[in-house]
């Protein structure tokens, strides 16, 4: 989880930065392409969090059904 949390701290400057720009005035465009570079990471980290909890679901499976495979479709619609 260590490199999810150096993900989401990223993000978080980012956000930050995209504050700041918008307190500045600045251009629209730039506040956007900043603002699509924390969504991604914020996706990324997300998608990493999911991807680690089935990894443990199946290694803790022992071969039993264990996953909730709906749960994990609805977690990954919500980052959709």
Same mark, same amino acid.
């Given at each position: *989880? !260590?490199?999810?949390?150096? $993900?989401?701290? +990223?993000?978080?400057?980012?956000?930050? !930065? &995209? &504050? +700041? *720009?918008?307190?500045?005035? +600045? /251009? @629209?465009? /730039?506040? &956007? *392409?900043?603002? =699509? %570079?924390? =969504?991604? %990471?914020? /996706? $990324? %980290?997300?998608?990493?969090?999911? %991807? =680690?909890? *089935? +990894?443990? @679901?199946? &290694?803790?499976s022992k071969g039993e059904e264990t996953v909730d495979v709906q749960k994990l479709q609805?977690?990954?619609? =919500?980052?959709?």
């Amino acid at each position: *989880m !260590g490199k999810v949390v150096n $993900r989401l701290k +990223r993000a978080q400057g980012q956000l930050a !930065g &995209v &504050v +700041r *720009m918008l307190e500045e005035g +600045r /251009d @629209c465009e /730039d506040v &956007v *392409m900043q603002l =699509s %570079a924390v =969504s991604k %990471a914020l /996706d $990324r %980290a997300g998608f990493a969090i999911i %991807a =680690s909890g *089935m +990894r443990q @679901c199946l &290694v803790e499976s022992k071969g039993e059904e264990t996953v909730d495979v709906q749960k994990l479709q609805k977690l990954f619609l =919500s980052l959709a």
